[in-house]
């Protein structure tokens, strides 16, 4: 069992910038690819960005590529999502996600393949 806890998330500016936070618990933390996705009032949560369990391999929506960036501290269970030159359209409830899997690939990027979810947290950007 993993608890995933975000943190980070607040009311921003266009342009700003944000880093999201996400602690797990649990002492396999290195065993687990994570994932952020991200939910918009009255629309389907979809992928963000992921990273596959040593930290070589990230993953990215077209959307925030070139201005998200995922990281992860095994030694900390921690995963990062620094989010740089944020728009309107970034405003969702972001979430933490977990899968037990050393592969990567594209089914790091199906929101069906994670089995933790944390609780999410609010990114709200004005214009």
């Known amino acids: 069992q993993v608890q995933l806890v975000e943190s980070g998330g607040g009311l921003v500016q266009a342009g700003d910038s944000l880093r999201l936070s996400c602690a797990a618990s649990?002492?396999?933390?290195?065993?687990?690819?994570m994932g952020w996705f991200r939910q918009a009032p009255g629309k389907e949560r979809e992928f963000v960005s992921a990273i596959n369990w040593s930290g070589s391999s990230t993953y990215y929506a077209d959307s925030v590529k070139g201005r998200f960036f995922i990281s992860r501290d095994n030694a900390k269970n921690t995963v990062s999502l620094q989010m740089n030159s944020l728009k309107p359209d970034d405003t969702a409830v972001y979430y933490c996600a977990a899968v037990r899997t050393y592969l990567g690939g594209s089914q790091l990027q199906t929101e069906s393949r994670y089995d933790y979810w944390g609780q999410g947290t609010q990114v709200t950007v004005s214009s």
């Open positions: 649990g002492r396999t933390f290195s065993s687990y690819a």
